[in-house]
């Protein structure tokens, strides 16, 4: 089956930049010039970059144009996504390396964040994710047992903590909290970090209707990563 116009479009735009012939900050083809190419509407064109800009691979300004964004990777605080979601859309490839998978007694924090008695069972994991080989997230997750009982028996590398908490336990509530930290050794190590740099630590708890499912620490290098988001208000 022929692939959507507004799909050709954002593979050509991905083209573009991948080959470098549109670099970092420059200015992109303008819808007009896009639906003239691919003999398409405006509104075709438009959803196009539009799309490509909520996935942080362009960023447009009222009244200049449409421009390639930073290369940092992007992602979207206002809601939960899929890691691996966001790096396909950026014209990436995602890979995950677990790097822990156990269970292990709550301690008091642990436990408060989860809801659960202390020196209950929970389980952990921690995760390296990758885009194009680089790392830029660890991701440690405890996760309440009484949610998700066949957590540990999950294959990460195909599916990621987040796709298969949806499937069990559907989230209804999230928490966040973000912060600038700097990184322990484990943490570098994991993240390739060789020079002492700043990283962006995001703090999650999520809800299912019947309790918190998970406790999460998103730990990535400021230099790779950024968070971002839009909002509309009505009048």
């Known amino acids: ?97 677990p790097e822990i998978l156990e269970s292990m007694p709550a301690i008091a924090p642990i436990a408060i964040a989860l809801g659960v008695e202390q020196d209950s069972l929970v389980y952990r994991s921690v995760l390296v994710h990758l885009e194009n080989g680089a790392p830029i997230q660890v991701e440690e997750r405890f996760v309440n047992p009484a949610f998700a009982p066949g957590y540990l028996q999950q294959n990460f590398e195909q599916v990621t903590p987040h796709e298969y908490l949806c499937e069990v336990a559907p989230l209804t509530e999230a928490r966040h909290t973000v912060e600038a930290i700097m990184p322990s050794p484990q943490i570098s190590q994991w993240l390739s970090l060789f020079n002492e740099e700043p990283c962006l630590q995001v703090i999650r708890r999520t809800w299912s209707s019947n309790g918190v499912v998970s406790f999460t620490r998103l730990i990535s290098p400021g230099s790779k990563y950024r968070l971002g988001g839009h909002l509309t208000f009505k009048r």
């Open 1 to 97: 089956m022929a692939q959507p116009k507004f799909a050709q479009i954002k593979q050509y735009i991905i083209g573009k930049i991948k080959s470098g012939e549109w670099a970092e900050n420059s200015r992109v083809a303008s819808e007009n010039e896009l639906a003239e190419q691919f003999s398409v509407s405006r509104m075709t064109a438009r959803r196009a970059l539009s799309e490509l800009t909520d996935a942080g691979i362009l960023s447009r300004t009222q009244g200049l144009g449409t421009f390639v964004a930073s290369f940092k990777s992007q992602s979207n605080l206002l809601e939960i996504r899929n890691i691996a979601d966001e790096i396909k859309e950026r014209g990436s490839e995602h890979k995950c390396i």
